[in-house]
């Protein structure tokens, strides 16, 4: 499994991710800053990167070990948005192609360079969730 955050404050923003089994063990962990002006910065965009991140690292891994990645991922996420977005992609890896209004177009372009063939995505609740 997968789960990956991003967060933004008043000065930085970034994201952190972590591969781990069923069990809770923590095979691999990382963090991503997210670089530029902290005013065109925002919270959503960390998300994406916290997910962009853990995804280019496996496509990375698997290519220099040459490995095929066709196990289920499962990856869990607090915002509701990405899980959509991780979820349509899955169905249909066609989506987002053409330029239109999709928050993070760029990211969400990246993203569907390093897609693993098999995910399917879990929303968290988290801090910004009515519990």
């Known amino acids: 499994m997968i789960a990956s955050d991003g967060s933004k404050s008043k000065s930085t923003s970034g ?36 997910v962009l991140s853990v995804l280019t690292f496996i496509k990375e891994y698997s290519n220099y070990f040459m490995l095929s990645f066709l196990s289920e991922i499962a990856y869990y996420c607090d915002n509701l948005e990405v899980v959509h977005k991780i979820n349509t992609l899955a169905t249909n890896p066609n ?27 879990f929303h968290v609740k988290g801090h910004q969730d009515t519990r």
Do not use: Y
Request: charged share 20%; proline share 5%; aromatic share 8%.
């Open 95 to 121: 989506s987002f192609n053409e330029l239109h209004k999709t928050t993070d177009h760029d990211a969400v372009l990246q993203l569907k360079l390093c897609f693993p063939p098999n995910i399917i995505a």
């Open 15 to 50: 994201g952190a991710w972590i591969i781990a089994n069923m069990k809770g063990n923590t095979f691999i962990a990382g963090t991503n800053p997210d670089f530029g002006h902290i005013s065109k910065r925002h919270s959503h965009r960390a998300e994406k990167n916290g």
